[in-house]
């Protein structure tokens, strides 16, 4: 059997053909691709796409396809057990390493994420509840959270990894409360001082593990996929340390439905390295004995809408960043969006926005859609 006849029988359980007309079929521009996907698995598939080797007219659908059939474990990527090993001999997340993911995806530019994201810089999943727009949805998921942490004016706020303080703007203006946010990349650090420089705002450029003080609430929105398997419990000992004895803590994050210990190929060595999503598991563990649960919100197929609607303004404002970036990399972009929207599509992996409490909330917690 060939290697094209090997890929096209895999691509059989999903319903997808080579060189096909549907939805999620792809076409082949070079035949060397199927010995790479066979010997590359993850990172094989990315970078083929990237090199212009292989096409789909809808990206997301392709693999929104091949993960409902769980095909991704029909090629196992020998870079997967490298990497395993790897994350159990070293904290792959520890302070210093911690700082590739700000250095490589963070830092990359503020002029190219103000064009892909909405007015308040969200770059986490919005909430599209009765709502059609981006700008609406992520308004929305903002109004979600602080409805959740059940935010007064006068409340004391430690955010943990605050992007480009879009969270501690929307809660100092809009709720009264002053915040106190951590970041390790210098270019969101810079963008969130200058937008929140007339507020009640302290951004902190320092690692979640160094925050200080005591807090009314705590939120980490988007930080846990990036603070790796064996740290999940150091993360909520830092909420759990800093927050009084009645407040809440807020955990947004991208959840799979598996435990893993260490990160996808592809997604490690382009977009952020060392990253990886909690299962249930994980995170439960994680949280024994420190704090009690109160509330947990799944919400992933809007990520699927977000991750779309991203690269529909990175498609649409293309033309002002020809000279900043090249067309790889505007593959490589459009790869890693679509991936992970046809991903939430097929619901392998999820949105979790989790409360927890110090001490249990008295006479129960009302959760809040």
């Known amino acids: 059997m060939s290697h094209k006849q090997s890929i096209q029988?895999?691509?059989?359980?999903?319903?997808?053909?080579?060189?096909?007309?549907?939805?999620?079929?792809?076409?082949?521009?070079n035949?060397?691709?199927?010995?790479?996907?066979?010997a590359e698995g993850s990172?094989?598939?990315?970078?083929?796409?990237?090199?212009?080797?292989?096409?789909?007219?809808?990206?997301?659908?392709?693999?929104?396809?091949?993960?409902t059939v769980q095909l991704d474990k029909d090629i196992?990527?020998?870079r997967l057990i490298v990497n395993a090993?790897?994350?159990?001999?070293?904290?792959?997340?520890?302070?210093?390493?911690?700082?590739?993911?700000?250095?490589?995806?963070?830092?990359?530019?503020?002029?190219?994420?103000?064009?892909?994201?909405?007015?308040?810089?969200?770059?986490?999943?919005?909430?599209?509840?009765?709502?059609?727009?981006?700008?609406?949805?992520?308004?929305?998921?903002?109004?979600?959270?602080?409805?959740?942490?059940?935010?007064?004016?006068?409340?004391?706020?430690?955010?943990?990894?605050?992007?480009?303080?879009?969270?501690?703007?929307?809660?100092?203006s809009k709720y009264g409360c002053s915040v106190v946010a951590h970041n390790i990349s210098s270019e969101q650090v810079a963008f969130a001082r200058r937008w929140c420089a007339d507020l009640p705002v302290e951004v902190i450029q320092g690692?979640?593990?160094?925050?200080?003080?005591?807090?009314?609430?705590v939120?980490?929105?988007?930080?846990?996929?990036?603070?790796?398997?064996?740290?999940?419990?150091?993360?909520?000992?830092?909420?759990?340390?800093?927050?009084?004895?009645?407040?809440?803590?807020?955990?947004?994050?991208?959840?799979?439905?598996?435990s893993v210990t260490t990160s996808d190929p592809w997604f490690d060595k382009y977009i952020f390295p060392g990253g990886m999503l909690p299962s249930?598991?994980?995170?439960?563990?994680?949280?024994?004995g420190l704090l009690v649960m109160e509330d947990w919100h799944n919400f992933g197929p809007d990520y699927d809408k977000t991750l779309v609607a991203w690269q529909n303004n990175v498609d649409k404002h293309w033309g002002e960043f020809k000279a900043k970036f090249d067309e790889r990399f505007h593959r490589m972009w459009r790869y890693y969006l679509l991936s992970l929207a046809g991903a939430f599509r097929a619901r392998k992996i999820h949105l979790w926005q989790i409360v927890m409490s110090k001490q249990g909330v008295l006479g129960g917690y009302e959760s809040v859609r």
């Open 207 to 217: 690692d979640y593990r160094e925050a200080t003080g005591e807090f009314d609430k």
């Open 280 to 288: 249930v598991a994980q995170l439960s563990a994680a949280m024994d």
């Open 85 to 172: 090993v790897k994350a159990r001999v070293f904290n792959m997340q520890n302070k210093r390493l911690s700082k590739r993911v700000a250095n490589e995806h963070y830092n990359l530019d503020n002029d190219f994420y103000e064009k892909m994201l909405d007015p308040h810089m969200q770059y986490t999943c919005a909430y599209w509840k009765g709502v059609h727009t981006l700008a609406e949805a992520q308004e929305q998921k903002l109004e979600l959270i602080c409805r959740k942490l059940q935010l007064r004016k006068g409340d004391r706020i430690l955010e943990l990894g605050c992007g480009w303080g879009g969270f501690a703007q929307y809660a100092a």
């Open 219 to 258: 939120a980490a929105i988007g930080l846990t996929e990036h603070v790796g398997y064996k740290n999940y419990r150091t993360l909520m000992e830092t909420a759990h340390r800093r927050l009084k004895p009645h407040g809440l803590f807020l955990l947004h994050t991208i959840g799979n439905n598996a």
């Open 31 to 38: 035949d060397k691709l199927y010995g790479r996907v066979l």
């Open 43 to 67: 990172l094989g598939l990315g970078e083929s796409y990237m090199d212009g080797w292989w096409d789909s007219v809808q990206l997301d659908e392709f693999f929104a396809k091949i993960h």
């Open 9 to 29: 029988q895999l691509l059989d359980k999903a319903q997808v053909k080579i060189d096909g007309t549907q939805p999620g079929d792809i076409q082949v521009h």
């Open 76 to 78: 196992v990527d020998k």
